[in-house]
């Protein structure tokens, strides 16, 4: 077999791709996302939350489950910097851990419930027919199963699950309800993705089905399910604070942002600090992962606007 | 039209608007425009000037990427507001860039018109197409009456050649066939009489019937109105005929301009010469190779500092680096300007394919052989393919049936190319999917290297058979994972064989030569290719197994003209070295004629008239044959203006009401024609494929006289 194109034109192929038109696709989506400003501050503002959860600790020597008999329902004073609970608990130690508990389960159940809806989407796309048929009747009776029962049986010890945390059976319950709308978007996109010539082509090579999900499909519908995760994540996060605020999620000793919430409502008037803070805290976490949510729509979508003017660009130039 | 070189923008435009001849009704003078994009500012079109005079139409010409559509948005003032846009447009005298949204609306519409390509999206599907007709009136004439702008709405259907418009006025887009929009989306445009018209590929996303009836209606709406078009499009053909002048635009930088003659008989500029000869011609057996236009189109991020075709003309010269040519008169001839610094050296008798140095026609080792000896690769018997058409909510009953395909058989020998030709819905890709398929339980019998799908059972053959054949896709962008490197793509077909890794390897190399691609391209992903580039690797995958018979679905119609070429003469070199077969399915005639032994016409699900590609093309017995030829624009303006053209009448029949004898008699000029005793027996009896020499058709009439209603010429 020879060479049939002649060099030269070789060279000059080459040399077109070889300019720096080449940009890699995740350069492009990090580099619109830093075009969003509120997008960027949502994630240094989640990133600092983060950190916070995890060593506000060390900023206050006290922890939840020390009283403190000196200082019952105080309001913020140099001892403690948010105040303290009608119990005498430092407030600063309660909400790093109800914020680490809040920020845990949104990281666990919008991770997880991404995986299962991504592979129970993809299956019901690939295979379609009956087992497409049955797999939708299965999701579409969960979306129909009341939520907030299953919940309230599940955290107040029906069911035989009294030994479980409070917390990791909220988790269970959650992830058990969160994944059926993301599946179904999965299914819908995998199908038009099924439709690819390259799909084809790899059926006509013979490429087993497994292997196609897995090489071809997984993959490509990769930008749904990272905005899908922290759409998740803000969800979870707004579903254990909604729970346990009507107090059928998280249960005392353990707390979270709900918990705080839930508990200070009663006293507004008279410690005004204790619902305060919590919920600020909730506003933060929810609000920077919904700006976040925002730039990474803007990244991965190719006909957002994020690709800046050239107006003003030449404009500059022209005054110089 | 300026000729002082050294002129700043701004003198330029001052002369401009002197010199504009006043009778101009549009007039562009140093037309740019600037986009942002993540590789910084692209200059996309760059100094663009022309007068229209009204009547006249005016082509612009040039591959994707050249600026001819941005031009025209920026003209109708409906780019984005991030672009930069500057330069001068005007309309009768009065300046148009620079007015506001607002401001335009009062000339977009009714002064200036724009038909754009794809008419299954420019109409509202959630309004009558009445509606939408009257809408335009209405913003342009708020006094006229109800019942008035009724009448005008029928009038311009009528005018565009809508059947019994009256009621088709209340009719929803979606009861009308891409073509009828096409017609409905001209009405709209000629409603208010405008001066200009601007025709934005208006036809590219049709079919070849369709289009020619399309370009017929532009025809009767530009002589109805006396609008001055501008036609825009990449199709050297659909212009040939239409345009007084031409512009040939390059990189954002009209090329070259002149009179239809000038452009097409006596081109100037590199560039347009190569564009000329990369076309395959329909109406001539030749056999030579095409012209490659090697590269791609330069990045217009970066500026420019020599002439923008100069790294892919075969012409360039040191010369050609240091500063950019402007467009300089052809001696000779008013009016022809070429931007090229050798113009004078490339007159009359300058020939593209020596130029371009085009490579010689491979033979193939099969081409001695005659065809009865040489071995079956392919061969379908009666394969048919029928769904069921459905109707009703909760119980589904049955109210008709598809016959996608119905009955096709055909063989492919060894080393020869056979292709499927036909409008869209005639079943082509059906065809290709039902043997890509390859299953026990298909209507009809499917045989491929000697292995019948009746036997095919088991995994085991069914894998042999996939060795046999390949398939290389219609659109190069689709078919390669984004997500995976050149090397996994052509390792996907190698590994799955259990090919051990290192034979994976020196395979890929091999491919990758073969193919005309740089070895150490592997590691690239396919959106850092050009078009023709990842057809390429599309080919090489399809080779990767070693086939016997490569499918191809419409392998270059999705590629610009220059780089079509390259990718034909690249299949056809491959064909003569690897002996390799093709069964091509195309709706582009000319590519056909080019690459092809031999032709099956279809028309709905069944093959009318097959035998050698040039027997047929020249000597079409059919009448469905003699339509779809004759609708083929030809780049050659002469000919084109005085050929005659069959006109086919509607669009394919809806499947519920297929025709009971023959398929094609409700269209058929020549049954048209035919007495009504003779009519009986096309409407009763099926007509069957009868051969005549090499050739065999499916018509009792293959000699008939063609309807004259249904005959055009433009004298």
Redesign the interface.
């Known amino acids: 077999?020879?060479?049939?194109?002649?060099p030269?034109?070789?060279i000059?192929?080459?040399?077109?791709?070889d300019?720096?038109?080449?940009?890699g696709?995740s350069r492009?989506i990090f580099?619109r996302f830093m075009r969003n400003r509120t997008a960027v501050a949502g994630l240094f503002i989640f990133l600092a939350l983060f950190l916070f959860s995890l060593f506000g600790g060390f900023l206050t020597p006290w922890d939840k489950d020390t009283i403190d008999p000196l200082n019952i329902g105080m309001g913020p004073s140099p001892d403690h910097f948010l105040g303290t609970s009608q119990a005498g608990i430092d407030l600063m130690a309660l909400i790093v851990e109800g914020t680490r508990i809040s920020i845990f389960i949104g990281l666990i159940v919008g991770g997880v419930s991404v995986l299962i809806s991504a592979v129970y989407g993809c299956t019901m796309a690939f295979f379609g027919g009956k087992v497409d048929a049955v797999m939708l009747f299965i999701l579409e009776a969960l979306i129909m199963m009341p939520a907030i029962l299953v919940v309230a049986v599940a955290t107040s010890g029906g069911g035989g699950l009294k030994n479980l945390p409070s917390w990791l059976l909220l988790i269970i319950v959650l992830l058990f309800f969160s994944w059926m709308g993301t599946a179904r978007l999965v299914r819908s996109l995998s199908m038009s993705l099924m439709q690819?010539?390259?799909v084809?082509?790899?059926k006509?090579?013979?490429?087993p089905s497994r292997k196609i999900v897995w090489?071809?499909l997984v993959?490509?519908i990769g930008s749904l399910l990272v905005l899908d995760f922290t759409r998740g994540i803000t969800g979870a996060v707004l579903a254990e604070v909604a729970f346990s605020f009507i107090g059928i999620g998280i249960k005392l000793p353990d707390v979270s942002l709900g918990v705080l919430i839930g508990q200070a409502t009663g006293q507004v008037s008279s410690f005004p600090w204790m619902f305060w803070v919590p919920l600020t805290v909730m506003f933060l976490l929810t609000g920077s992962l919904a700006m976040m949510n925002d730039g990474l729509r803007d990244a991965f979508d190719p006909s957002s606007?994020s690709?800046?003017?050239?107006?003003t660009?030449?404009?500059k130039k022209t005054i110089k | 039209m300026s000729t002082n070189i050294s002129h700043t923008p701004a003198e330029r435009l001052r002369d401009a608007g002197l010199y504009a001849p006043g009778d101009a009704v549009l007039s562009v003078r140093d037309l740019n425009v600037r986009f942002n994009s993540e590789n910084g500012v692209v200059h996309a079109v760059r100094g663009v000037d022309f007068d229209l005079m009204p009547g006249k139409t005016l082509g612009i010409v040039g591959e994707s990427g050249s600026g001819k559509s941005v031009t025209s948005m920026a003209i109708m003032g409906l780019l984005p507001e991030t672009a930069d846009i500057s330069g001068s447009v005007r309309y009768k005298g009065k300046e148009l860039l620079g007015l506001s949204d607002k401001a335009m609306c009062k000339h977009r519409g009714s002064d200036i018109a724009m038909v754009f390509q794809d008419p299954l999206s420019s109409l509202t599907p959630v309004y009558t197409v009445g509606n939408q007709i009257i809408e335009a009136l209405t913003v342009h004439n708020p006094t006229m009456s109800k019942q008035a702008k009724e009448a005008r709405a029928v009038e311009l259907l009528r005018m565009v050649g809508i059947p019994s418009p009256k009621d088709r006025l209340k009719a929803f887009p979606h009861e009308f066939s891409g073509g009828m929009r096409q017609r409905v989306m001209i009405a709209i445009a000629i409603a208010n009489d405008p001066r200009v018209l601007i025709a934005d590929e208006p036809t590219t996303a049709l079919d070849v019937t369709i289009q020619a009836q399309v370009l017929e209606v532009l025809h009767t709406a530009q002589e109805e109105t006396g609008a001055a078009v501008v036609m825009i499009t990449h199709d050297l053909g659909v212009v040939a005929g239409m345009a007084d002048d031409i512009m040939v635009m390059y990189a954002g930088k009209p090329v070259e301009t002149g009179t239809v003659e000038d452009i097409y008989y006596n081109p100037r500029m590199p560039y347009s010469m190569g564009l000329l000869g990369a076309v395959p011609r329909v109406d001539t057996a030749n056999k030579q190779s095409l012209v490659p236009i090697e590269g791609t189109p330069p990045n217009l991020a970066l500026p420019v500092t020599g002439c923008s075709f100069a790294p892919r003309c075969p012409l360039a010269s040191d010369a050609c680096l240091h500063g950019e040519p402007e467009p300089v008169s052809v001696p000779g001839s008013e009016g022809h300007r070429a931007a090229c610094i050798k113009t004078d050296e490339l007159s009359g008798e300058a020939n593209a394919h020596a130029i371009f140095q085009a490579p010689a026609k491979p033979v193939s080792k099969f081409d001695g052989v005659a065809r009865l000896e040489r071995e079956k690769v392919l061969e379908l018997k009666d394969v048919k393919k029928h769904f069921p058409l459905l109707k009703g909510a909760l119980i589904k009953r049955r109210i008709g049936t598809v016959k996608a395909v119905d009955g096709l058989s055909f063989d492919i020998r060894e080393g020869e190319c056979l292709s499927i030709v036909g409008e869209s819905g005639c079943g082509k890709t059906t065809t290709l999917l039902e043997i890509m398929e390859f299953h026990p339980d298909q209507v009809g019998e499917v045989v491929i290297g000697g292995v019948s799908n009746k036997v095919a059972t088991d995994s085991k053959t069914k894998m042999a058979m996939r060795k046999e054949m390949q398939m290389v896709f219609q659109d190069p962008t689709g078919a390669l994972d984004p997500r995976f490197t050149v090397y996994e793509v052509l390792a996907e077909p190698l590994e799955n064989l259990g090919m051990p890794r290192a034979a994976v390897r020196k395979r890929i190399m091999e491919l990758m030569r073969l193919v005309g691609l740089q070895a150490d391209h592997v590691n690239r992903f396919p959106n850092q290719f050009s078009g023709g580039q990842r057809q390429r690797i599309g080919i090489a995958r399809a080779l990767a197994v070693n086939p016997k018979l490569v499918v191809l679905d419409e392998p270059v119609s999705a590629l610009d003209v220059s780089v079509q070429a390259g990718v034909i003469n690249l299949l056809d070199q491959l064909r003569a070295e690897l002996g390799l077969s093709y069964l091509m399915v195309a709706h582009d005639l000319s590519v056909v004629r080019h690459i092809s032994d031999r032709v099956a016409v279809m028309y709905l699900g069944k093959i009318v008239e097959t035998g050698d590609v040039d027997e047929v093309f020249d000597n079409p017995r059919h009448p469905y044959t003699r339509a779809l030829l004759s609708a083929i624009p030809v780049p050659d303006p002469n000919l084109e203006r005085t050929r005659e053209r069959i006109i086919l009448q509607g669009d394919l029949p809806s499947p519920l009401d297929a025709p009971k004898g023959c398929n094609f008699a409700t269209r058929c000029p020549v049954f048209a024609a035919l007495p009504a005793a003779k009519q009986e027996k096309c409407l009763t009896l099926e007509p069957p494929l009868a051969s005549e020499g090499q050739q065999e058709f499916a018509c009792f009439f293959p000699d008939g006289e063609i309807d004259a209603d249904m005959l055009v010429v433009h004298a």
Do not use: C, F, L, W
Not at chain 1, 1 to 6: C, G, P
């Open positions: 077999m020879t060479n049939i194109i002649d030269i034109a070789e000059d192929e080459s040399r077109a791709a300019q720096d038109v080449v940009i696709k492009i580099r690819r010539d390259y084809k082509a790899a006509y090579m013979g490429v090489r071809h993959p490509n606007s690709i800046g003017r050239a107006k660009k030449t404009a």
